[in-house]
Each structure stands twice: as C-alpha cells, then as structure tokens.
Antibody, heavy 120, light 108 residues
Framework: QVTLRESGPALVKPTQTLTLTCTFS??????????VSWVRQPPGKALEWLAL???????YYSTSLKTRLTISKDTSKNQVVLTMTNMDPVDTATYYC????????????WGQGTLVTVSS | AIQLTQSPSSLSASVGDRVTITCRAS??????LAWYQQKPGKAPKLLIY???SLESGVPSRFSGSGSGTDFTLTISSLQPEDFATYYC??????????FGGGTKVEIK
C-alpha cells in the first residue's frame, strides 16, 4: 500500500525559509522510473508543480521558482525534503507531495497535503 | 512554457447527464496528458493518463480522448460522487509539468 504524508510548519513568517518533509511507504525511491514531486495549491486556486526528484537523484524545478527551491531525498528514511527560501504571503498554499512512477510523467499517489500560511 | 486552458471553468449538471470537459494546449503535446479529480479538502486523484488510458480502479464512465492540442474528459453518466473539480496536466515538456486551471462540476 502506497502512502505519502507531508509534515512541516503550518505558519511561517515572510522572508523565512520553509522546510517540508514527505515521508512515504509502499515503494522505494531507488527503484528505476520512480520519482517524487511537490505540488502546491493556493486557497481556491489551481495546482502548481514545484519540484521533482528521481530515482537517480536528478532534480528538476519549476522555472519560475527554481532560485528559491531545493529538493533532496533520504532513501534510507523514505523521505523527500523541499526547502523554499524567502517566503511571501503569496506562497500561502496547501503543499502536496506525490509519487510518480512509470517514467515520472504523472502523479499516481498523493499525500493529504499540508496547509502553510505565510504571515507576520 | 506550455499553457493548458480548460473550458468551461465551471458547469452545472444533473445526475445522469453526460459531461464533457475540454483542455487545450498552447502547443502540440502528442498524448502526454493526464486528468485528475479533486474533491473539496482532498488531494487530487488520477483518473486518466496518456490522454485516454483509464487508471486502475477508476469507473468506466470516465473516458479521455484527444491528441496534439485538444483533449476531452467525458463522464458518460454523472453520479453524485462525481461532483468535484477536474484538472488536466501535461508532461510533454517534461520535466516542466503544468496543470490547467480546473473545471468545477456542480449540481444543477
């Protein structure tokens, strides 16, 4: 059974760095063709892909946010970590981690999401 | 970047209706498109991948079609549990992945 769970602070202040952890089970991120992504959704708005890490430790970022994002994995702990620097109120959103398999083109399993509010 | 435009942005329909949602890409993406369903307060759920392949466990009333720039998601007979927001997502420009703006299906 594949599960993913996001964890991190519910509230961050403007200019701070956000660190989110995705803890997963039911698959291995060292398996060829496996990836984990982060996707966010501001309240009442559409989904936005942020970053992806694959089984080979290759990392990819949204063009518009790449200077602020870092994604990493700890295969032994079954975790993927996303950091986002210089947080702003417009970054208030529900942040999801999602598994991608079969070549990492679409998201077949999602975490429940974690709401992050940016406010002083 | 490839843009995806969904239409309509919202629609009202009755149980049993046939519903069609459109997703148009700003440039050709072959069949590199997926569809998701999202209910309020929940994570998205994969319905369709590769434009027309039904994800395991998804009811057969859902179908996808199209290639190039124009795609459709069809619900053949709308059920009460299908009232939700639907998103398309392209992966032709992998790893630059993009979603459409969403289509909210409401009860008439």
């Amino acid at each position: 059974q594949v599960t993913l769970r996001e964890s991190g602070p519910a509230l961050v202040k403007p200019t701070q760095t956000l660190t989110l952890t995705c803890t997963f089970s039911g698959f291995s991120l060292s398996t060829s063709g496996m990836c984990v992504s982060w996707v966010r959704q501001p309240p009442g708005k559409a989904l936005e892909w942020l970053a992806l890490i694959d089984w080979d430790d290759d990392k990819y970022y949204s063009t518009s946010l790449k200077t602020r994002l870092t994604i990493s994995k700890d295969t032994s702990k079954n975790q993927v970590v996303l950091t986002m620097t210089n947080m702003d109120p417009v970054d208030t959103a529900t942040y999801y981690c999602a598994r991608m398999s079969s070549g990492c083109y679409y998201f077949d399993y999602w975490g429940q999401g974690t709401l992050v509010t940016v406010s002083s | 970047a490839i843009q995806l435009t969904q239409s309509p942005s919202s629609l009202s329909a009755s149980v049993g209706d046939r519903v069609t949602i459109t997703c148009r890409a700003s440039q050709g993406i072959s069949s590199a498109l997926a569809w998701y369903q999202q209910k309020p307060g929940k994570a998205p759920k994969l319905l369709i991948y590769d434009a027309s392949s039904l994800e395991s466990g998804v009811p057969s009333r859902f179908s996808g079609s199209g290639s190039g720039t124009d795609f459709t998601l069809t619900i053949s007979s709308l059920q009460p549990e299908d009232f939700a927001t639907y998103y398309c997502q392209q992966f032709n420009s992998y790893p630059a992945l993009t979603f459409g703006g969403g289509t909210k299906v409401e009860i008439k």
